[in-house]
């Protein structure tokens, strides 16, 4: 059979949603299949974006989240600068406006896991703020405050960066009160942890302190490495790192006629050069076709047509590369972000 009668029928026969896979601690919505293979479709290059829908994007928060309103709301910046400012909701909403892609993950991902998703954010820049401010030459920090208490610490010339924003929508609606209403900030090549919502101070600080999460021992910078993760085996959602499937020979999902591989890879700056498929535990690799986002801060998609005449056990995994570094095949240090190579089981029945 060739390759465009071969996903024509992975399209036929994986129209629904599939069951819920959980994570323990893990909101328990049910999820669909991350691609919808409609967008596989031979003749339709990769989509250029995949936004995670509200309903399934993960929701990290140590406490309760506050319920913030928006016409009393303020943020605060404040600390070593020279003049303090305060904002008003109307004062974010008064600067210039524009839409970004970004995937936002949590450092306690598992690879593989699903506290991870991609949405278009709206805001503005935060740096013309801090220039207003004035910040002081003894600055070595700034300390982030959310209304809930959680607090977060970076560099001073990190959350100067330009392409740090105050967003106030997500996926062209207002955030959600679980996503930070009414505004939160984005810190691009960080994981979740150095994203506070709610948003409430920014704390220009003279010497360094650690954050919330920071002091229970997650990386204080907590940047994303180069990872790449397989997420989908036809219509089934692939979510840890003991991931086992059992394809069936014959009937609806007939491994013989091709299995579709699919998934993300995510790095902190670099854009992603190649994903790299093996089907035998890391003997041999293969590159699987991506999509090549404009920003290095939304998830690359790739997908990967194998194609097996045996059946058997097979180790599948998916290992990716930026300009800065190829993705290490085990883990090293949990606690700076899940980076190696997930390892999926996959028996294919005779
Ligand atoms: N104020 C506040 N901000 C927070 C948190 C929090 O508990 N309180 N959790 C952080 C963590 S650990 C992550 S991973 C992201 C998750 O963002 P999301 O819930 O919008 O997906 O928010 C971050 N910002
Ligand atoms: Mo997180």
Redesign the pocket.
Known sequence: MKRRQVLKRLLQTSGGLIAASLLPGCSSKALGSLFPLELLHPEAPLPEHLLTPLSE???????LAPQVDRSTWALEIKGAVANPLTLTFEDILAAPQSDFYLT????GNPTGGN?I?NAQWTGTPLRPFLEQAGVKPEAVEFALH???W?KTTLPVADVMRPEVYLVHRMNDAPLTQ???YPV?IILPGH???K????LVGIEAITSTERGF?EQLGWSNLAEIPTHAMLRQIQNTRVWSGHHRVSLDAGGEQDWRQGILLAGVALDKASPIQTIQISTDGGGTWDKAEQNHPRSPHEWTLWRYLWQPTTPGKYTLLARGESGREQQPLKDEHHKDGSSGVLEIQATLQS
């Open positions: 994007f993960y929701v990290q928060t140590y406490a936002m993950e949590c450092i506290l998703g959310g209304a809930d959680y679980a996503h930070g939160r994981f979740g942890q994203q506070p919502k709610w999460w």
